[in-house]
């Protein structure tokens, strides 16, 4: 029987997302100031359109202020790690698919020995306020070529990912310390 295991970890949120959000607000309230002075000047019918913008509005605000909201999902079946990003609980989008075997290289990460430039892709799934140690590992795909990802595995998963793993990775991970 395989072993399955899954595990959530919502994203950091940075400064990008708060520039998307002021940046919408922006937007908005001078999409509608724009159409309140045309409506003094030119037409009083802009005074109507800046209402239906002002209602649809709403929802794109709503829209976009939710879909800041990320989660990571790993899952491991059988040796197969899948990694899904969930989009404010309404939308998923599979990220990565490989096998655990296929892993060339894992180790603890530290920020200041991590070297992207040697990758084809770096991908962050880093948790918020994850308590687990932040792992990177290398594997090559064949969308993406040689691939790292960051990521907070809970003792869980690196247990389940632990028999696919090559022997070096096993005794560098688990046994060296």
Not at 78 to 85: D, E, M, V, Y
Not at 119 to 129: I, K, Q, S
Not at 136 to 141: E, F, K, L
Request: aromatic share 14%.
């Amino acid at each position: 029987m395989d072993k399955m295991v899954e595990q959530v970890v919502k994203r950091k949120k940075g400064s990008k997302d708060f520039f998307k959000k002021v940046l919408t607000i922006v937007v908005i309230l001078l999409l509608l100031l724009t159409c309140y002075v045309l409506g003094m000047l030119v037409n009083f019918y802009f005074l109507t359109i800046a209402l239906f913008i002002l209602i649809g509005s709403t929802y794109v605000v709503w829209y976009i202020f939710t879909s800041l909201n990320v989660e990571y999902e790993y899952s491991i079946v059988g040796g197969t790690i899948n990694i899904a990003k969930i989009i404010a609980k309404r939308k998923r989008k599979r990220v990565l698919n490989f096998e655990a075997s296929k892993i060339e290289d894992m180790k603890e990460y530290h920020g200041e020995d991590f070297d992207a430039r040697i990758y084809g892709h770096v991908f962050d799934f880093r948790g918020a306020d994850s308590t687990d140690a932040a792992y990177v590992a290398t594997v090559s795909t064949d969308k993406y070529g040689r691939t790292a990802f960051i990521f907070n595995p809970s003792k869980d998963f690196l247990e389940a990912m632990k028999p696919h793993l090559q022997r070096q990775i096993v005794v560098n991970l688990f046994y060296k310390r």
